[in-house]
């Protein structure tokens, strides 16, 4: 969902990194309550963390597509594999340890990306 909102919708810049915001702002908010709703630690049915965690690994480059398609790819490797500081991070309570272990996986995405870019004069 996050790829095809990311690459269908024409952020500017700026719009983009206010989307990043009130999505992480917001999904943390809505994630604390739905644990709680639910009776569960980090449920599947909360996807809020992934559109936030793609969208930072994404954050700096323009959305083309194959940047959002490898971006998507390695960030749902990182996002499985969880390299630290991931794991521990998701054992933070509430709405933020929902999001925090998908914002490292965004952020590790984003500097493999950027080496693609640098190393291999990828798009």
């Known amino acids: 969902m996050a790829v095809l909102l990311l690459w269908l919708v024409p952020f500017s810049r700026a719009g983009l990194v206010a989307f990043f915001v009130v999505v992480t702002l917001a999904g943390t908010w809505a994630a604390h309550r739905a644990e709680r ?7 599947g049915a ?50 933020v340890g929902v999001m925090l272990d998908d ?5 590790y995405t984003a500097l493999g990306l950027a080496a693609l870019r640098a190393l291999a004069g990828w798009p």
Not at 103 to 107: D, E, I, P
Request: hydrophobic content about 55%; overall charge neutral; proline content about 15%.
């Open 37 to 43: 709703a639910l009776g569960a630690k980090d449920p």
């Open 46 to 95: 909360i996807v809020v963390d992934e559109v936030a965690g793609m969208t930072l690994a994404v954050l700096p480059f323009p959305p083309t597509l194959p940047t959002l398609a490898a971006g998507f790819v390695l960030f749902r490797v990182l996002d499985i594999v969880k390299p630290p500081p991931a794991r521990a991070s998701e054992r933070a309570p509430g709405g």
């Open 103 to 107: 914002l490292v996986a965004g952020a």
